[in-house]
């Protein structure tokens, strides 16, 4: 157990962020991240296991009513003299903003299934089966409810590259982007966390993974260490060959 909090606390310590705590975070079916300091952290029975708060909110969780990141933690700072990542700062979850009921969520489900989706009522706002392909195994998946809306450059990296300095505006529109969205396995998603292509690759389809990861990061003006862009460029000139 010690090991595994060991490498929790490295791999934190690569992009900048601290986890808020090192105790198993929950999260509820309805996508609620419930830290121990959560007054409903002891009567919450059925959950998805994180190993910090910042894990969850990366898989598309978000914090009880009350709770902030900044409450959780008043030594939550980057190096560097970074802020604080909050997944507020990307906005409050996913975005509707063409006020159609339907959240980028449902639009990213809607555009990358190969048949017409179905919903769960007639109000046509959340999606529940379609045909989607997973872009991390090749997989099919047909229930809504296993996938998670993959961030192919994470929220939490991207604050680490720059995101950080930019406006309200461009990092909620970065959050919601199409281009930045990919529907996967929940597992892997939750697996791959806030880390970059150099620590965590998908079990298939890695060429294209990390070839849309950098076309993001160049879109976007996000800034990968001078280690992660030489791993960037060798990675895919080793595609191309």
Known sequence: MRYVQCMVLALWSVIGVAPVAAETVKKTSSGICHPPESSWYERTEHYTAYDSVEACLEADGRLPKGLTLASLSDRQTRSGGRKEYTRSAFGHGWNDADGDC??????ALIATSATTVRFADGDRCRVTTGRWISPFTGNVIQNSGEIDIDHVVPLAWS????????SDEKRERFANDPVNLWPVEASLNRSKGAKGPDEWLPP?????YVARFSRIVKQYGLQPTPTETVWLRDFLNNCRS
């Open 159 to 166: 604050w680490a590259h720059g995101a950080d300095d930019w």
């Open 102 to 107: 339907q959240d980028s969520r449902a639009e």
């Open 204 to 208: 298939s389809g890695q060429c294209q």
